[in-house]
C-alpha cells in the first residue's frame, strides 16, 4: 500500500513541475500529457481504495491467550482514546466560551494610563515581557533587541517608531507584537 503511495505522490509531483513549467508553445501537448498522469493517477487511486475497503484476513489459529492480551489492549487503546476525545472536547468548549465572553465585554481603555518617557524603553518592559519579545521579535537576539528599543525610545512619536519597526521585519502577526505596540502606545501618550 505505501508503494502505491508513494507512486502517486511521484505522480503529483511530476504534474506539478509540468504545470509550473509549461511553455505557451507547447500548450495542447503539455495539456495532453497532464490529462494522461492525471488519469494514471486516478487509476492508482482506484487500487488503494479496493486495498483499504479490503477487510484483513485472520487466521483462525489463534492463541486464547493472544486474543485476550488484544482486547485488553483494544480496551486500553478505547479508554485514553475517549478521555483525549473528552479532554478535547472539554477544552474546545472552554476556547468557546472564553471568546464569547470576550465578544461581550467591552474593550475598557483607562484613561490616563502613561508610561514615563524619561525612562529607559527597556526598562518599563517586563522580564516576562523582555524575554517573551526576544524570544518571539528578535529571535533570541538580545542585543539586536536592546538596540531597537533604545532607537524607538530616542524617536518622537508612535508613527516614527511604527515605521522604524516594520523595516526591522519583526513579525506583525505574532502576539507579542501587538503587545510590544500596546506598551509603545503607553509610552509614546
Request: glycine share 2%.
Amino acid at each position: 500500500m505505501t508503494e502505491i503511495i508513494k507512486e502517486i505522490e511521484q505522480d503529483l509531483e511530476e504534474l506539478k513541475l509540468l504545470s509550473e513549467n509549461m511553455p505557451e508553445s507547447a500548450k495542447d501537448s503539455f495539456r495532453r500529457l497532464m490529462q494522461r498522469r492525471v488519469e494514471e493517477i486516478r487509476k492508482k487511486l482506484d487500487i488503494l481504495q479496493n486495498e483499504l475497503s479490503k477487510e484483513p484476513v485472520l487466521e483462525n489459529r489463534v492463541s486464547e491467550e493472544f486474543v485476550d492480551t488484544e482486547e485488553a489492549i483494544a480496551e486500553e487503546f478505547v479508554l485514553e482514546e475517549s478521555s483525549v476525545v473528552e479532554e478535547a472536547i472539554s477544552a474546545n468548549h472552554i476556547e468557546r466560551k472564553s471568546e464569547d465572553l470576550q465578544e461581550k465585554i467591552p474593550a475598557i481603555k483607562i484613561v490616563g494610563e502613561k508610561l514615563n518617557r524619561d525612562v529607559n524603553l527597556q526598562s518599563v518592559l517586563s522580564l516576562n515581557d523582555s524575554f517573551r519579545f526576544s524570544r518571539e521579535l528578535f529571535e533570541n537576539d538580545k542585543e539586536r533587541m536592546q538596540s531597537v528599543l533604545a532607537k524607538v525610545g530616542t524617536m518622537n512619536s508612535l508613527e516614527a517608531a511604527e515605521v522604524y519597526l516594520a523595516e526591522e521585519n519583526l513579525n506583525r502577526e505574532n502576539e507579542a507584537y501587538s503587545d510590544l505596540m500596546s506598551i509603545l502606545e503607553k509610552y509614546f501618550s
